[in-house]
Structures are given as structure tokens and as C-alpha cells.
């Protein structure tokens, strides 16, 4: 859940009321939130970098509160204060506006070809005569950052860019263009870099290095420029310091670049519905037309407000309430969404805002009801059906099991379920295009490049850190692995597999025997030959050592090995002394 960071005082303020710390912890819950932390900014600043930097740092209070992912309009304190003023039924919802120029001439917004292949579309809007100031600006910022991370995905899928428009002429250009044809002087800087100076530049910048990645492998890069040829932004990294908004801004020039069309429309929503309050005519936003490459014009912001129906047997139904069709709309007035009866008063016709994108489904809206109904107010009632719930067979087994393996004396390990390509590749002898791992798009470090395919590489590294302990080691995990499957919904799969590992003076391989025969012996497994239980045949396998490596047959079906590592295995693990290794599937033991 994203967290809202805002002053007490100034909301109060905002909120014309004051409250006890427990009173808002209670207001937050009621309206579906959680105040999280109540602290300061000299608080945070001692407890993450020492009290001697927090010393000036400021002491007002300030409040921590998680929102829902989806509740975007609750990401700044203007959203907060205005659905919260609605909640206590203050006043009423506000209704947004799409308004047209004083002149009749919207800004429009060219697109060129060259885009799709990069970021193909974008969205503008325009906030007219608004008022800022310090705080104002600050929060404006925030909105935008705060979106960045949630759902615009780290810039991937949306950027936005803000600018003075009074700096700036029209009609604007979005173009795509090859990095070294496009030079400007970026936001912040004092001197103008060639798109291609700037990725370098920023790649020691701590806070714009991780889109650099979004466009740098791209053959063109996406950039805005007005009709004077003056760069508004360089999407998704950075904006130009031409048209830098400020806190005496007035008129304010908003374009959202994206690679998702519908989310880049729930943004500009988002900005616009929050910040035209502090506009001349409040809650109005202008108009801005999009020329698509085909020639065919868009108007954007939407402000689309659509009507759901919900039958009010199901809202009773669902909530667990029996209340009248009345009652409930007038409860849905407290969370933002007007609605009024259908002539027979069997249904809510409820009109959501353009605030409300997270509002998709009827059962959202019967949602709310229990939100603003209150859920301290719906009785408790025993279910009319009954259910049993239980363990899932193959997460009970691998319990009884663990416990069992414990018992002969094996310490159970817990490894990470993402390794370095190396790990499951080359470390275990085998090359990477034989192995059917899940890869991990953009790795933050190379330890954790895909999915384990095998539990073995995790349980090496635990005896490498562990060669001071007294020998033998005696290791086992129980876990899932991940494995590429074409047939699989989402391309992957999880497999549950047992591996446990003896590393010593001598390689144990009798103990590993013993091990299997056990576990054998638990599932009522018979040691045969005619196919009706299990067996070992001799194998080979690049990863154990020849001559030493053995298949686990069970019911004529191969689920395992049973081997001494290769030497040079151990080597890759840095480990020196003989190891001897059971690695089972758990699918045909159930």
C-alpha cells in the first residue's frame, strides 16, 4: 500500500477541525485507511541518518497514512481532505469540468510517426489561472512522484511532465528522434547536453538513473517540443529548465507519455481533478487536442462520468445488511458517488467520477457501501453454509516429511527462490540454453537474475558460509522451484522438490541411501525391481561425479538423483570436501 506523508497542522486546517491522534487513527478506519506512523521530520531524518543531521531538521507532526494501491486520488492531501470533507458530510461531491479556452483556440499536441516506436501515445490538459505557492508546488510534486511509483510503474507505462505554459507557444510536437539530434538544456542543469551526454550524466544520479533503462536500448527517444522548437521534456527521464513551473505560476501546461493509453488517461485525471481547486474557476480544467498520426483528433482530459446499476438485493445481500434502497444511496454519497433510485427502487443507479477509476465492477461499489455503512455496524451472523477447511495434500506432506527428515538428524535450510544464471547453469556444469529457467526482466543484482530450477545451488552457498560449523553437514529444503512451461496459463510453472545434501570428510553417500530408504519406507514404497516401487539405476549427469550418480526409478517413473557432486562443482561453490546429494520430485511421493 503507497503511504501519504502530510502535516497534522495542516491538515487540520485544511479539514477546518481538529483531532486527538486516536480520534483520526479511528476517522482513517472508518473511511478505509490506516494511519500508520505518527512522527516527524527530525524523527525520520535521527532514526535513518543519526541525531547530529536532524538537529535543524523540522519537528511538526506529521502523518503516515496507507491508502488502497488503487485509490489514487487519495495520494495528496488535497484528494485526501476533499473525499474526507464528503465522508463526514460536510458538503458534497464536487463535479469537474472540461472547459474550452477564453480565445476558442484549445493547444494541441501533434503526434509524429516516428513514436510507436518508443512511447505512441500521449495526453495533455490545461490548468487556467491557477494559484500556487510553496506548499502547493510541494504537494504538486509529491502527486506526481507518488504516481510515478504506483501506477505508472516506474515511468514504463506513463511520465508525466508539467510546465508553465506562459513560457511556452503552441502547437506542440511530439516527436521520436535519434538521441544526438535532440539538445536542451534539462531541468536543474546550466548548460545544454545532447540527449545521448545525458544518459551518461545521469547514470551516476541516484534518483534518474532507474528509467534510463525505459528508452536507452531504443533507436530514437521520445521528446515535446513547442512551436519554437524549445524542448518541453525529454519523457520519461527528465523536463527541460525552459519551462520550469515555479510557485508564481500561473497557467499550468500538463502532458502525460505512455505506453498505456487507458492509464495515461487515469493520470491526467488524477492531476487535473486534484489541482484545479486552486484554479480562478475552481474544479474547471481546459481542453487539449491530440493529432493522431492518422489524422484523427482526441480531446483530453475525458472527466467521463459513467453510471453503473447495482440491485439492491445484492448490496444487502453481499454487505450482510437489510437496509432500504434510501438508506444505501445516501450512504454512498459519503464515499464520493452520487446515485439515485430506479423507478421501482429494485436498483442504485450510481454515477462514478472521474476520481474514482478504481471503481470498475458492481462489487466495488457494494464495497464502499460497507466502507461508509461502517463495518462495526454489520451484525455478525454464523454463515448459512458450511465449510471445512484443510491443509493442501501436497503442503501436508511436505510437513509430515520435514519433520520426519529432522528427526535423522538433518537441519532444514530456507534458500532465496531467485539465484544468479550462473547458479543453475555453469555452477552445476550445464549451459544455459539447457536449462527451462524464468528470467528476470531488468535484475536489480546479479545474484537474482531468474528462478531456481533446482534447490541444490541455495543449499551449497548455506554450507559455503557455514564451512566453520562442525562436520558433517547435514542440509535439507523442501520448497518450489520455478520452471518454464509453454502449456501453463502464465508460461511457468512451480514444482515442489526435496533436496537434501551431505558434505564431509567422506561424501556419505550410504546416509543419503538411508535417507531415501526412509522416506521410502514413510510412503509405503517397496524397494523392487518389477516396476511397483522404486529402484536406482545407474545415470550420468554433468553435475555429479562419474560412475557415482544414480537415478531414484519410482513406479517406472525417474523423480530424482541420488549422487556425489563433481568436483569441479564444488570448486564453483568454493567448497573443498566430498558432498553427496538426494534431490527428489514431490508430486509422486503424494
Known sequence: MPTVDVKRDELFAALKQTFTDEEFDELCF???????????????????QGTDRAREASEDVIYKIDVPANRYDLLCIEGLVQSLQVFLQRHSAVQYRRVEPADGQRQKIVVQADTAKVRPHVVGAVLRNITLDETRLKSFIKLQDKLHQNICRKRTLVAIGTHDLDTLEGPFSYEALPPDQIVFKPLSETKEFSATELMSHYKGESHLKQYLHIIEDKPVYPVIYDKNRVVLSMPPIINGEHSKMTATTKNVFIECTATDLTKA????NTLVTMFSMYCKEPFTVEAVDVVRVDGSVCTYPELVYRKESVPVADVNGKVGINESAEKLSSVLTRMCLTSELSADKSAIEVTIPPTRADVMHACDIIEDVAIAYGYDNIEAVVPQTCTIGKQLPMNKLSD?????????????????????RADVSTALNHSMESVPAVHIGNPKTLEF????????????????????VALPLKLFEISDIVVRDEKAEVGAKNLRRLCAVHYGKRPGFEVMHGLLDRLMQLREVPCTKDGSGYCLEASSDPTYFPGRCASVVVRGEKVGMLAVLHPEVLKNFELNLPCAVLDLAMEPLL
Open 449 to 468: 537474475q531468474v528462478a531456481r530450477t533446482t534447490l541444490l545451488p541455495g543449499i551449497l552457498k548455506t554450507i559455503a558460509s557455514n564451512r566453520n
Open 400 to 420: 509430515l516429511l520435514r519433520s520426519e527428515i529432522a528427526q535423522a538428524g538433518f537441519s532444514e535450510a530456507l534458500t532465496f527462490t531467485l539465484c544468479s
Open 265 to 268: 488517461i487515469v493520470v491526467l
Open 30 to 48: 472508518q473511511f478505509g485507511l490506516e494511519l500508520d506512523e505518527v512522527t516527524s521530520e527530525k524523527e525520520m531524518i535521527a532514526r535513518e
